[in-house]
């Protein structure tokens, strides 16, 4: 059964303090790795598509990396407006989208 | 270019009754997608709308039903409806099957 996985389920960091969101996934097959920020009360908003193990996207603070089993979103000298959750999802065998729960990140400054 | 839009943004409906939703996708997107999203949990997919037709269908009753017009929007109903169904409901759209973008979504409170 394709199931996704995202630890920790919220994490707490000072503004500056770089961290990482781990992403586990179990699919047959992977056609796509998805990253999503969504803010409350929104739709997510798309940051990355990953599909192959070794891959890297970057965006601004956020750098996505990709390994057979699992994806990181490492996040570098975040500022208080990263705070929002960031889903991860995976293509599954119909060509929908099967998410995680989430990691609720919040930055202080 | 307007991304995908969706209304009503919140609805509030009695058990038992009948709601529709709406969806337009992205200018050039001919893929619609609709999930359910409940308080703390990731997107859960119900179904897929292509050429008009429901594509794919993740595991939801009968209950839930849909249909896409020939410019490509959609509705979500849902019938007989219970407290369990309320939930923020997402459409997303894509084309050539890649990123799916996402709309606000609508809220809908069954009381």
């Known amino acids: 059964e394709d199931q996704v996985t995202q630890s920790p389920e919220a994490l707490r960091l000072q503004e500056g303090e770089s961290s990482s969101l781990n992403c586990s996934y179990t699919?047959?097959?992977?056609?796509?790795l998805f990253w999503y920020r969504q803010d409350p009360g929104k739709g997510p908003e798309f940051l990355f598509t990953?599909?192959?193990a070794g891959e890297e996207k970057e965006k601004e603070r956020l750098k996505a990396t990709l390994t057979k089993k699992e994806s990181f979103l490492h996040i570098t000298a975040p500022k208080p407006e990263d705070s929002a959750t960031y889903l991860c999802?995976?293509?599954?065998?119909?060509?929908?989208?099967?998410f995680g729960k989430g990691t609720k990140l919040s930055v202080k400054p | 270019d307007a991304g995908v839009t969706q209304s009503p943004t919140h609805l509030i409906k009695t058990r038992g009754q009948q709601v529709t939703l709406r969806c337009s996708p992205k200018?050039?997107?001919?893929?619609v997608s609709w999930y359910q999203q409940a308080l703390g949990q990731g997107p859960q997919f119900i179904f897929q709308?292509?050429?008009?037709?429901?594509?794919q269908r993740g595991n939801f009753p009968d209950r839930f039903s849909g249909h896409q017009f020939p410019n490509y929007s959609s509705e979500l109903n849902v019938n007989a409806l219970l407290l369990g169904d309320s939930a923020l409901y997402l459409c997303?759209?894509?084309?050539?099957?890649?990123?799916?973008?996402f709309g606000p979504g609508t809220r809908l409170t069954v009381t």
């Open positions: 997303a759209s894509t084309w050539g099957g890649d990123e799916q973008y």
């Open positions: 699919v047959s097959g992977l056609r796509g």
């Open positions: 990953l599909y192959s």
């Open positions: 999802a995976v293509r599954g065998s119909q060509g929908n989208l099967i």
């Open positions: 200018s050039g997107h001919d893929t």
């Open positions: 709308y292509y050429e008009e037709e429901e594509r």
